[in-house]
């Protein structure tokens, strides 16, 4: 962190030496000249053409900057994003120059988290410094807007992100990407998708600087020893940056992925219809009972963000341990251990100091994790991951795929390498993608399309669906095995588990009806419901209905198989259990079932739970029915989640 105090402007010469590059001799001649150098140089500003068609225009942050998206007339090109900023007149802008030209030499730059100090100190500086030197600067007066207006730009150039300032400060920018000189910079936009800008880089050497600069910002390193930076830059958000040629042909590239100070709540997700309030009653369910779930889809769409919201769910007294590559899981409770990879520190290929997700998760172990949170599995973690869940702890993560199968497929094969038997450990995967919204004002939104409950490494059965047509969601957990098994579990009657999954339905709904969307406020229900949800709900007055009939126990037939037709075959097979009568079922059921006994008798005492599920070589929906029929018979018994012989 020591290089903090050392960063300059990005067209400072020293940042440029740092990446290795000569000076050159123009660029010493100015230095020498007292004209303070342009901080912002090489970067153009195109203005809005008028005869543009305006979708939409919003301030950001300052009613010195304002976004205005538009489109060429006829709209025969995808609509731009135009960053408009109150403009400086010429003397103002070399009074800038100067202002900040004497700052930068008295002060040192923020570090993380001391932003707002420092603000308080530039601005005063600059006062002091625009009454001592008006004159000098080029100034008379400066009368309260103009200086609003310096302090403005001010906090842009020196603590923000200069032109790119007000980009980067409009929440309704997710990303923002660059990949090279003379193209626009382009973003990723909450209400249209990806846009380009009105802002370019037309030097490379600029960009470079602009690069060094950011890296600088987050005590990182980047040259063309180098070129490659994956920093957590100030605001939290994400940068991956090449420098130069080295790796990118075209010259340097960034993006930037914008982080969220405040994480989205589960209501929040709810009321952006991500998924609705009976979807979050089930999630809630499962996570209470430390059930293993796997978030996946595309880059970008919301994996960690449901991820996160969900943590909400898990029970109080359950002790959480996350798994990061960079920090984004944020989880507001106290009994939490946060792990984050480090980078190697060594040079060239001695990988010195590295601590990778592969010995994180291998380490969190040790904590006895209730559930272990991994923020994305991409390799070897995960087979540690799942012989975590094997033995007893719950998994919670996300995985990149843009389906189900290819998410099996690609935890079956290497680096991850996932037992078949493991994968079945998996009680639920949903699906989250970006999808195309018909007829709405908001053209693109981000939705759980399904939630499956995995019977083994082939067979899913479908909990619950996204319809496009309707922009609902089709839920039917008449098909759930895990409400069956929590059923059993907890030795609570499936009418109750239903009634339960409907309390919290009510719960979830009176939150998003009442507008509850704080993260803090949301989770404080929560734990409230914890603690007595009776108590809660006469208290907030909640009719809980007599929820539809549904039967847990999923009726046979009722499951889709996805694997893909196999060659020649041109349906989707659709299969239960490979009994084909209700006898053949029952034999099965009978032969799992001393199955299960055996194995109790060689363990000679109880056994937990989710042990049976390892140690029984069957489906799931076959070992829970056996479980069922053995209780029934009372040769078991199954108490605060252990299985005990009874005979
Ligand atoms: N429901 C949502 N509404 C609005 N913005 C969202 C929503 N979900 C996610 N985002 C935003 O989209 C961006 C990407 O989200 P997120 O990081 O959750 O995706 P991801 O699938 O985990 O991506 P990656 O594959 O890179 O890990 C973030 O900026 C996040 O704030
Ligand atoms: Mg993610």
């Known amino acids: 962190m020591g290089q903090q105090s050392e960063v300059k402007p990005p067209s400072a010469p020293k940042a440029a030496e740092k ?90 730059f923020p570090k993380l988290g001391e932003e707002e100090e420092v603000r308080k100190v530039l601005h005063e500086s600059t006062l002091k410094i625009l009454k001592k030197y008006r004159r000098a600067v080029g100034l008379g007066e400066v009368s309260g807007e103009q200086l609003e207006r310096i302090l403005y730009y001010i906090d842009r150039d020196l603590l923000g992100f ?157 002790k959480i341990v996350t798994c990061e590559e960079t920090a984004e899981i944020n989880i507001p409770r106290e009994n939490w251990v946060r792990f984050v990879t480090r980078e190697s520190y060594g040079l060239g290929s001695s990988e010195r100091g590295e601590v990778s997700l592969f010995e994180l998760v291998r380490t969190s172990l040790r904590y006895r994790p209730d559930y272990l949170i991994v923020g994305e599995v991409r390799g070897e973690e995960a087979f540690v991951l799942f012989q975590a869940i094997a033995t007893g702890h719950g998994g919670l993560t996300t995985i990149h795929a843009d389906d189900v199968e290819t998410a099996v497929k690609r935890m079956m094969s290497p680096p991850m390498n996932i037992p078949e038997t493991h994968l ?18 908001q053209l693109y939104g981000r939705r759980v399309r399904y939630i499956w409950e995995l019977e083994d490494a082939h067979k899913y059965r479908k909990i619950a669906e996204w319809d496009p047509v309707t922009d609902t969601f089709r839920v039917n957990f008449a098909n759930s095995i895990q409400l069956e098994s929590i059923s059993l579990m907890t030795g609570t009657s499936r009418e109750n588990i239903v009634l339960e999954l409907w309390k919290r339905k009510e719960l979830l709904e009176w939150m998003r009806t009442n507008n ?64 084909a009568s209700p006898t053949e079922l029952e034999n099965e059921v009978r032969t799992v079932a001393d199955y299960i006994v055996d194995t109790l008798l060689r363990k ?30 009372r040769r078991i018994d199954i108490i605060g989640g252990i299985v005990e012989l009874m005979e």
């Open 19 to 108: 990446g290795g590059a000569k000076v050159p001799k123009e660029e010493k001649k100015k230095e020498k000249k007292q004209e303070p150098v342009k901080q912002w140089r090489g970067i153009d500003v195109k203005p809005l053409n008028p005869s543009f068609e305006i979708l939409d225009r919003y301030q950001v942050g300052s009613k010195f900057a304002e976004v205005i998206i538009a489109a060429p007339p006829g709209r025969v090109v995808e609509p731009i994003y135009f960053v408009s900023e109150a403009p400086l007149r010429p003397e103002e802008e070399v009074a800038l120059e100067r202002v900040k030209d004497i700052l930068t030499k008295e002060l040192d």
């Open 424 to 441: 079945s450990l998996l009680d639920a995967m949903a699906l989250v993608q970006r999808v195309q919204l018909k007829g709405k004002a």
């Open 162 to 318: 200069g032109p790119l300032n007000v980009i980067m400060e409009d929440f309704k920018v997710e990303d923002v990407s660059c990949d090279g000189v003379n193209v626009p910079i382009y973003v990723w936009h909450r209400d249209f998708e990806s846009m380009p800008t009105n802002i370019s880089f037309y030097d490379r050497e600029a960009l470079d600087d602009f690069i060094i600069h950011l890296a600088h910002k987050a005590g990182k390193h980047v040259s063309s020893a180098f070129p490659i930076v994956d920093a957590m830059i100030y605001g939290k958000h994400r940068l991956a940056a090449t420098f130069r040629e080295e790796i990118s042909p075209r010259g340097s590239t960034f993006t930037i992925r914008k982080f969220r100070e405040r994480p989205f709540s589960i209501i929040e997700l709810i009321v952006s219809n991500v998924l609705n309030s009976e979807m979050g009653a089930y999630f809630w369910l499962l996570l209470e009972n430390k059930a293993n779930i796997m978030l996946i889809g595309a880059t970008g769409s919301g994996k960690t963000t449901l991820l996160n919201a969900l943590t909400t769910f898990i029970k109080p007294r359950m």
């Open 516 to 579: 509850i969307t704080d993260p803090e406020k949301v989770s404080s229900l929560i734990l409230s419901y914890y603690a007595d949800p009776d108590k809660l709900i006469s208290e907030l007055g909640l009719v809980v209905k007599k929820p539809p009939a549904v039967a847990v126990t999923a009726p046979v037939e009722a499951q889709t198989l996805l694997r893909m037709p196999a060659q020649g075959q041109t349906t989707v097979q659709l299969a239960a259990s490979t009994a």
């Open 604 to 633: 000679s005492g109880p056994i937990p739970y989710w042990q049976v599920f390892v140690k029984t070589p069957y489906p799931r929906e076959l070992i829970i029915r056996a479980m069922r029929h053995l209780k029934e018979r």
